[in-house]
């Protein structure tokens, strides 16, 4: 077999065993996901008041932790997103109603990462 031959095989078979996915879901975030300028009072905030709140505030907080202001969210959020994270039917997996999607996940991820600000 000459060289173009077997480098046209190669090609080939590396095109059929590419991935593929169902839907854009299993690709981790969103297309239109934007991560890299995560703001507290504009994104974290309004996050945790949709879906955590509802149960982690008020004067007897779920669990006795409660997720108002950006203290209580910072201390928290690697158990947060540990949570956040956790497979459909996980019994640790919050919130209860069941799993936020991919794009959440990937906003808190990436707040977390840029160190937690309160901006």
């Not at 507290?40 to 879906?51: A, E, Q, R, W």
């Amino acid at each position: 077999m000459k060289g173009q031959e077997w480098a046209l095989i190669v090609t080939a078979a590396a095109m059929l065993s590419g991935c593929t996915y169902d839907n854009l879901e299993s690709l981790g975030s969103p297309l239109d996901c934007e991560t890299l300028d995560v703001s507290f009072g504009t994104t974290i905030l309004p996050l945790v008041s949709d879906h955590c709140q509802g149960c982690h505030s008020g004067a007897a907080p779920s669990a006795g932790v409660g997720f108002e202001g950006h203290a209580e969210i910072a201390s928290n959020a690697e158990n947060m997103l540990d949570r956040m994270g956790r497979a459909p039917g996980d019994n640790l997996l919050m919130p209860q109603s069941g799993k936020l999607d991919s794009c959440s996940i990937a906003l808190f991820s990436a707040w977390i990462n840029a160190g937690k600000p309160n901006n």
